[in-house]
C-alpha cells in the first residue's frame, strides 16, 4: 500500500458526460501527479501540482482540468468525455518538487469506462 | 512521437535467469531515469533509478546500466524470480518533474 488513495475504482459513463476523479496524497505528500494508462499510448504524464500550485503539464486534453485543495487533496475533471478517454488515470504524490531524486508514490488507480 | 522508446514488448526467462529490458531516449536534457514495477490492478512503484553521470547501480538483483553517449539505459533483473512477474517501465524525467515513461515490457518468469 503506497499511501495514496484514489477514489472511485471504478466508473462507467457514457460520451458527452462529466466525471471527477479524486486523489488523496500520502501524508506530508506535497506534490500530486496525474497520469492516464491507455493500452495505445502507454502511461502519459498529464499534469502536476505542487502545494495547491500547477507548476508542470503534459499532454493534457483542454477537456480535461484539476486542482489541488488547501488540504493537498486533488481532483481531476473530465468533460466531454469521449470512447478515447477510456483508460486507468493514475494518481502519484512526492515529497516536494523533483527536484532532486523525489520518490513518487502511485495510488492504485481509476479505471474509467466511457460507453 | 515517443519520447522514450523500450523493448521488448514482452519477454520471457526461465526461473533463474537474466531479463534485460532496455530504453533509448533523445532528448539529452533529461536528467534522471527510474524504473517502475506494476502488477496487475496495481499502481507503478519505483523500482531502482540512476542519474546521467553514473553508468551502472545496483540494488540487490537490480541493476541499471546506463550508456550516455548512446543515449540507451537497460534494467538487469538478476536470478529471476516467478515474483519478478510484472511490467516493467522505464522513465525520463524532464525539467524536474515531467516524466516521459517507456511504453512498458510484460515479464513472464517461468518456474
Known amino acids: 500500500d503506497s499511501g495514496v488513495t484514489q477514489t472511485p475504482k471504478h466508473l462507467i459513463t457514457a460520451t458527452g458526460q462529466r466525471v471527477t476523479l479524486r486523489c488523496s496524497p500520502r501524508?506530508?505528500?506535497?506534490?500530486v501527479y496525474w497520469y492516464q494508462q491507455s493500452l495505445d499510448q502507454g502511461l502519459q504524464f498529464l499534469i502536476q501540482?505542487?502545494?495547491?500550485?500547477?507548476?508542470a503539464k503534459g499532454n493534457i486534453l483542454e477537456r480535461f482540468s484539476a486542482q489541488q485543495f488547501p488540504d493537498l487533496h486533488s481532483e481531476l475533471n473530465l468533460s466531454s468525455l469521449e470512447l478515447g478517454d477510456s483508460a486507468l488515470y493514475f494518481c502519484?504524490?512526492?515529497?516536494?518538487?523533483?527536484?532532486?531524486?523525489?520518490?513518487?508514490?502511485f495510488g492504485p488507480g481509476t479505471r474509467l469506462t466511457v460507453l | 512521437q515517443q519520447q522514450v522508446k523500450q523493448s521488448p514488448q514482452s519477454l520471457i526467462v526461465q526461473k533463474g535467469g537474466i531479463s534485460i529490458i532496455n530504453c533509448a531516449y533523445e532528448?539529452?536534457?533529461?536528467?534522471?531515469f527510474p524504473w517502475y514495477q506494476q502488477f496487475p490492478g496495481k499502481g507503478p512503484a519505483l523500482l531502482i533509478a540512476?542519474?546521467?553521470?553514473?553508468s551502472e547501480k545496483k540494488e540487490g538483483r537490480f541493476t541499471i546500466s546506463f550508456n550516455k553517449s548512446a543515449k540507451q539505459f537497460s534494467l538487469h533483473i538478476m536470478d529471476s524470480q516467478p515474483g519478478d512477474s510484472a511490467t516493467y517501465f522505464c522513465?525520463?524525467?524532464?525539467?524536474?518533474?515531467?516524466?516521459?515513461f517507456g511504453s512498458g515490457t510484460k515479464l513472464n518468469v517461468k518456474p
Open positions: 502519484a504524490s512526492s515529497l516536494g518538487l523533483s527536484g532532486g531524486t523525489d520518490t513518487q508514490y
Open positions: 501524508s506530508g505528500d506535497l506534490s
Open positions: 501540482y505542487y502545494n495547491g500550485e500547477e507548476r
Open positions: 532528448n539529452t536534457a533529461f536528467d534522471y
Open positions: 540512476i542519474r546521467p553521470d553514473v
Open positions: 522513465a525520463a524525467r524532464y525539467n524536474f518533474n515531467k516524466f516521459y
